[in-house]
Structure formats: C-alpha cells, structure tokens
C-alpha cells in the first residue's frame, strides 16, 4: 500500500468551477500535511500546510483534514487557467520524514 | 540571492564521470534535504542534515554521496551512476528537521546519465 495516495488524473475543470483535489494517507501518527503545486518542469511551492481536523482556508483554496478518515483534501475556488499544475500532497511520516505522493493534474480550460 | 538556489541547472553526465550538485540556502535555516523527482513518481527523499548533521540515509546507494559543510551549503556528489539515475535533484530546506516546519525547494538540478 502506497504511503500517500493521490488520483493521478488529469482533473479537467472549466474557468471559475470549483476543483477538488484528494489525498488519503497510511499513518495514522501523521500530524502533519501539506499542499504543494508543480508547475511543468518547475520545482514544488508550497500552497498550504494544515495540522487539525476541518478545514483552513486562505484566499481561493481551502484545504480539508479528517484523520479519522486519513483522508485531506484541496478546494480551489473560481479556478483559474494558470491554476493548471500537478497538484501534490505530503504528508509527515515515521516522524519528521515529509512522504509525498505522485500528484494529481489539474487541468483549467477557460 | 534569495530562497534556495542550485547549480548545475542541467547536467548531463557519463557513466564514469565524477560531478557534483551545488545547493545553497539563503534563509537561515537548519535543516536541509536532497529529494530525487523521476517522471510519474512520486519525490523521494534521499537525504537529511539538520543542523549540518547527516540524520537521514534513505536506502541511498553509495555512488551517490552528500556533503554538508554549513547550514547553508549542501552538495550531492556523484560518481559511476547508472542511467536510471536520470531524474530531477530537488534540494530543499526548513527551519528544522520537524513536522511541522514547512520545506522550501530549490528550482532543482535536471540531470541525464548517457
């Protein structure tokens, strides 16, 4: 079983929808979480960290813990063309070590 | 310079060359991480310092050898690799080696092994 897994994709959303990116996890000691975008031959920026159940939101993306379900999504709203990039999730595991997964494609098409 | 820097940006190598990958961090932080990215997988931790101390080997093979000299420099050096080594070198860095202290990538290092 893959530590962090994510849908590869691509996910094809219109301009202005609302794109949800999935992410479930196999430690249930994970205390951390983190969103990071991949633009095409660029290096991961992260977008979002978040540590508690529920969700933290900042600007157009909303990220989603629940840890009885493993299980931390990513919301963007009023998506925009230049939001088309792999979308990748990590996840803190056997201690301090970040495991990511394979990332999701999201693609936007205005 | 700010962030995290790296050099070479692409590199392309012979299976019996020796060369080296440059990172450097200019955001005063402790810890700092090499990370192999090959096409459709996921990113792979290699390496770990913290505090300029090596506290993390990943299985790595032997022909690929890290050097941390400061907080802020880190190399990766390399000799006889093997063309599945062919993959992007992402160095990074955080505060710490801790859960919740977020890692910053450098822009990576494209390398190609002939």
């Known amino acids: 079983q893959k530590e962090v897994e994510q849908n590869s994709g691509p996910l094809s959303v219109p301009e202005g929808a609302i794109a949800s990116l999935n992410c479930t996890y196999s430690d249930r000691g994970s205390q951390s979480f983190f969103w990071y975008r991949q633009y095409s031959g660029k290096s991961p920026e992260l977008i979002m960290f978040i540590y508690s159940n529920g969700d933290k939101e900042d600007g157009r993306f909303t990220a989603q813990l629940n840890k009885a379900s493993q299980y931390v999504s990513l919301l963007i709203r009023d998506s925009q063309p230049s939001d088309s990039a792999t979308y990748l999730c990590?996840?803190?595991?056997?201690?301090?070590?970040?495991?990511f997964g394979a990332g999701t494609i999201l693609r936007v098409k205005s | 310079e700010t962030g995290v820097t790296q050099t070479p940006r692409h590199l392309v190598m012979g299976m019996t060359n020796k060369k080296s990958l440059k990172c450097e961090q200019h955001l005063g932080h402790n810890a700092m991480y090499w990370y192999k990215q090959s096409a459709k997988k996921p990113l792979e931790l290699m390496f770990v310092?913290?505090?300029?101390?090596?506290?993390e080997n990943n299985s790595v093979p032997s022909r690929f050898s890290p050097e941390c000299p400061n907080s802020s420099h880190l190399f990766l050096h390399l000799h006889t690799l093997q063309p599945e080594d062919s993959a992007l070198y992402l160095c990074?860095?955080?505060?710490?080696?801790?859960?919740?202290?977020?890692?910053?990538f450098g822009p990576g290092t494209r390398l190609t092994v002939l």
């Open positions: 310092y913290n505090f300029k101390e090596q506290t």
């Open positions: 990074a860095s955080s505060q710490e080696w801790l859960d919740t202290d977020t890692q910053y």
């Open positions: 990590a996840v803190n595991s056997n201690g301090n070590k970040l495991v």
